[in-house]
C-alpha cells in the first residue's frame, strides 16, 4: 500500500463549487504539505502543518484553506473553484528536521470548467 | 524572477551519453538542495540530496557551488529509463522546498 494517499485522483468540477482534496499518510511524519503543479512554473507551495494544531500558509494561498484533522490527515478546500485553480495538486509528507526528504502522494487532477 | 532556474530543455540525448543540467537559486539563506525526479503524470520522488562537497550516487553527481548559488547534475552513461524531468530544489528554513520548473529529459536508442 502507498505511504501518501490522495483522493479523489482526478476530479471535474464547475465554477463556483467547493470541493475537497484528501490526503492521507501512513508514514507517521509529523510534517505535510500542499502543492499545486503547473505547466512552465513546477510545484509551487499552497499550505504546510508541521503538527496537528500548526497550519501555515505558502506561496499561493489565496483561495484555498486547509485543515488538519489528525497527524495522517492533511485536506485542501477550494471554497468557490475558479478555472484558474485548474493543475495537478500533490500532497506531501516530511519527518521534523531541516534536511529531511518529501515524500509525495500521486498527485489530484483538477479541472476547474 | 525565480526563486530556483533551471533550463526547461528539453535534453535529447542518445543512450550512453553523459548529460549536465544546472539550476540557480536566488535565495542564499537556502540551507538545503536537492534533485527530485518526476516520470510524466507521477509525483516528484528524491533523487539525491546535494552537499557542498559534492556527492555522487552510482552514475549520478551532484555538485554545489554556494558562493555562486548554483547546482549541477551529471549523468553519466544515460539510460533509456533516465527519461524523466529533474527537480532542482532549495531547502529554506523549517523544511519548506522551493522547486525549479524542472528539466526534461529524453534519452534515445
Known amino acids: 500500500d502507498a505511504d501518501v494517499t490522495q483522493t479523489p485522483r482526478n476530479r471535474i468540477t464547475k465554477t463556483g463549487k467547493r470541493i475537497m482534496l484528501e490526503c492521507s499518510q501512513t508514514?507517521?511524519?509529523?510534517?505535510m504539505y500542499w502543492y499545486r503543479q503547473d505547466p512552465g512554473l513546477g510545484l509551487r507551495l499552497i499550505y504546510y502543518?508541521?503538527?496537528?494544531?500548526?497550519?501555515n500558509k505558502g506561496e499561493i494561498s489565496d483561495g484555498y484553506s486547509v485543515s488538519r484533522q489528525a497527524q495522517a490527515k492533511f485536506s485542501l478546500s477550494l471554497e468557490s473553484a475558479i478555472p484558474n485553480q485548474t493543475a495537478l495538486y500533490f500532497c506531501?509528507?516530511?519527518?521534523?528536521?531541516?534536511?529531511?526528504?518529501?515524500?509525495f502522494g500521486p498527485g489530484t487532477r483538477l479541472l476547474v470548467l | 524572477r525565480k526563486e530556483v532556474e533551471q533550463d526547461p530543455g528539453p535534453f535529447n540525448v542518445p543512450e550512453g551519453a553523459t548529460v549536465a543540467f544546472n539550476c540557480t537559486y536566488s535565495?542564499?539563506?537556502?540551507?538545503?538542495f536537492f534533485w527530485y525526479r518526476q516520470d510524466c503524470r507521477k509525483e516528484p520522488k528524491l533523487l539525491m540530496s546535494v552537499y557542498s562537497s559534492g556527492n555522487e550516487d552510482g552514475r549520478f553527481t551532484a555538485q554545489l557551488n554556494r558562493a555562486s548559488q548554483y547546482i549541477s547534475l551529471l549523468i553519466r552513461d544515460s539510460k533509456l529509463s533516465d527519461s524523466a524531468t529533474y527537480l532542482c530544489v532549495a531547502g529554506e528554513y523549517g523544511n519548506k522546498l522551493v522547486f525549479g520548473a524542472g528539466t526534461i529529459l529524453r534519452v534515445k536508442s
Open positions: 508514514k507517521g511524519h509529523d510534517r
Open positions: 506531501a509528507t516530511s519527518e521534523s528536521g531541516t534536511q529531511e526528504t518529501q515524500y
Open positions: 502543518s508541521f503538527d496537528v494544531k500548526d497550519i
Open positions: 535565495n542564499s539563506a537556502s540551507q538545503s
